[in-house]
């Protein structure tokens, strides 16, 4: 009941921040007048996002120096620090891997599909002047089948990572009698 609270109310926030700047949008054409406005309404989030920084990091150095001074033992200490950096490091570097190829495919796929079709606008403009209809709509087709693919695969990624996270969890043990099929 209360996350479905906080729901509707980050729901209404986000419909009242829309309304509100549609009402500024069309109360202030100008976009010297507008500039200036953005200008103090700045200042509040300026505001609230230190605010926020200010609890944040005291918080969290906090925590971290009362979790090391509950462990007593400085080889733990070291030994759980140097596998929360093989952890860091490691993380860093798949999802670095991971954003170059998608971002590659982010940007191939959809240009395919645009360059597809404004060269069969273009094509069909022309008047029969331009030839290489067939190449250009298979590089609109591609394009969107890309498009597709990309999507599917960064679907099948997170759902593999939510299944890794689930099974991870499980703390029922692994026999036949309490298996994925029979629950």
């Given at each position: 009941?209360?996350?479905?609270?906080?729901?509707?109310?980050?729901?209404?926030?986000?419909?009242?921040?829309?309304?509100?700047?549609?009402?500024?949008?069309?109360?202030?054409?100008?976009?010297?007048?507008?500039?200036?406005?953005?200008?103090?309404?700045?200042?509040?989030?300026?505001?609230?996002?230190?605010?926020?920084?200010?609890?944040?990091?005291?918080?969290?150095?906090?925590?971290?120096?009362?979790?090391?001074?509950?462990?007593?033992?400085?080889?733990?200490?070291?030994?759980?620090?140097?596998?929360?950096?093989?952890?860091?490091?490691?993380?860093?570097?798949?999802?670095?891997?991971?954003?170059?190829?998608?971002g590659i495919g982010l940007l191939g796929a959809p240009v395919a599909w645009y360059l597809g079709s404004?060269?069969?606008?273009?094509?069909?403009?022309?008047?029969?002047?331009?030839?290489?209809?067939?190449?250009?709509?298979?590089?609109?087709?591609?394009?969107?089948?890309?498009?597709?693919?990309?999507?599917?695969?960064?679907?099948?990624?997170?759902?593999?990572?939510?299944?890794?996270?689930?099974?991870?969890?499980?703390?029922?043990?692994?026999?036949?009698q309490h298996g994925f099929l029979n629950g």
């Open positions: 009941m209360r996350t479905q609270r906080l729901t509707i109310l980050i729901m209404v926030g986000m419909v009242l921040g829309i309304v509100t700047g549609h009402f500024c949008h069309s109360l202030w054409p100008n976009p010297d007048t507008a500039k200036s406005i953005a200008g103090y309404i700045s200042l509040i989030t300026d505001i609230f996002l230190r605010l926020i920084k200010m609890i944040i990091a005291p918080l969290v150095f906090s925590t971290l120096v009362v979790g090391v001074a509950h462990m007593g033992d400085t080889r733990a200490v070291g030994r759980i620090g140097a596998k929360a950096m093989l952890w860091f490091v490691s993380a860093s570097v798949v999802s670095l891997v991971l954003a170059c190829g998608y404004k060269s069969l606008r273009e094509i069909d403009a022309s008047q029969g002047r331009l030839g290489g209809r067939g190449m250009a709509q298979a590089g609109k087709v591609m394009g969107i089948i890309g498009s597709i693919l990309l999507v599917l695969g960064f679907v099948a990624l997170i759902g593999l990572v939510a299944l890794a996270a689930s099974v991870s969890n499980d703390p029922a043990p692994a026999d036949p």
